[in-house]
């Protein structure tokens, strides 16, 4: 398995307040990625990182920001919460961007914005 | 543009076969399929490129048909572990384009 860490696994916070998830990860790969999955929506990019302080909109991306300081950790803030981004938020690192390379999911965190 | 998935969920006993198509309105270079048990994270399956090549893994193997831009999941003789939902990526054929999932395909396969 891909050595992939999400925290925090769970999280519920109110409306207004900020949040931000971390991903680490141990495989030294170059790519990584923020996905949200909603019922019906499937996985939607919101943000990716193809190196050390550079980062990339996906087709979600309004409401979030991301930090990449380090190659292994990749950190995705909400600035507000609101109810909206209530959701599931997938990490996923690649090692290249080639077409034949996958792309390797972390465990997940929940969050609830109440 | 998200890729097209059908059908939407399928209801299989052990052992029969299903097939889940993936279908995009752009010309695709790659098509990449993952399984997601409830509760877990997507688990990549395969990677299929564009020039009609087919791949397999154990009994599940797919295809990609360029001229139409459908790739195809074939799951044969299906088990028990083969439930959860199947998601089709695609990334597109002109310039930089990231991966683009489509909403899942819900299987379940029942004694």
């Known amino acids: 398995d891909a050595g992939i860490t999400q925290s925090p696994r769970h ?8 949040v931000t998830l971390r991903c680490h990860q141990t495989e030294n790969h170059r790519y990584m990625y923020w996905y949200r999955q ?3 929506h499937g996985l939607r990019l919101i943000h990716y990182s193809y190196g ?3 980062t990339d909109k996906g087709e979600v991306s309004d409401g979030y920001s991301v930090s990449r300081s380090k190659t292994e ?3 995705l803030t909400l600035e507000s919460a609101t109810s909206s981004q209530t959701s599931v938020y997938f990490c996923a690192i690649s090692e290249m961007l ?7 999911f ?5 969050l609830s914005i109440l | 543009q998200q890729p097209v998935q059908s059908p939407q969920a399928v209801i299989l006993r052990e052992g029969e076969d299903a097939v889940i198509n993936c279908s995009s309105s752009k010309a695709l270079y790659s098509v990449h399929w993952y399984r997601q048990k409830h509760g877990e994270a997507p688990v990549f399956l395969m990677i299929l490129l564009k020039g009609g090549e087919q791949k397999g893994h154990e009994k599940i193997s797919a295809s990609f048909n360029e001229k139409k831009q459908q ?14 939902t199947y998601f089709c990526g695609t990334r597109a054929d002109t310039g930089f384009q990231k991966l683009v999932f489509g909403t899942g395909t819900r299987l379940l396969v029942s004694p």
């Open chain 1, 11 to 18: 999280k519920v916070t109110e409306t207004g307040t900020p």
């Open chain 1, 38 to 40: 909603d019922p019906g």
């Open chain 1, 52 to 54: 050390v302080k550079d």
């Open chain 1, 73 to 75: 950790d990749f950190l």
């Open chain 1, 98 to 104: 080639e077409p034949n390379q996958p792309q390797h």
């Open chain 1, 106 to 110: 972390g465990d997940g965190t929940r």
């Open chain 2, 71 to 84: 790739s195809s999941l074939y799951l044969t003789a299906s088990q028990l572990s083969y439930s959860g």
